[in-house]
């Protein structure tokens, strides 16, 4: 049976405080396949696609300001249960109530913004996986 994939973004909180390789140490060190990577600026369109479920939240406009802001790095992950094994790694929503020892836990914390900034993005279930996936990698 082939193994589960998800999409992973690190968000522009995360490649400008230079956690990119500290996100990728701690899939690859959990054991899970970084299958495909790469960097972009993405634009609101892109953006409106991915976080459709969240529009007409107070927080959507910011999430797509925010999420446009700078750089990001998406990547697929692979591995059985990676789904809920990264959302595991990345900690819950909130960073300040994120345990320690989670991505969010440990390197994010409530900025005061409208929007939480918290480092990681990670699918939360097959048919989200399979839906962002192919947002940012459309021809995998
Ligand atoms: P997650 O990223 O943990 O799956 P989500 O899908 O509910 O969380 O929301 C997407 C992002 O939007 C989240 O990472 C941070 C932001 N966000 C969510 N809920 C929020 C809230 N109540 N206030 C501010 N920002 C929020
Ligand atoms: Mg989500």
Redesign the pocket.
Known sequence: MPAERTLILVKPDGVRRGLVGEVIRRIESKGYKIAALRMLTADKDLLATH?A??QG???YE??LEFMSSGPIVAMIAEGQRVIEGFRSL?G??DPTLASPGSIRGDLARDQGT???Q?IV??S?SVESAQREIKIFFPNL
């Open positions: 976080y479920e969240h939240k107070p927080f910011p999430l990345a819950v929503t409208k929007v939480v918290n993005h990670g939360d």
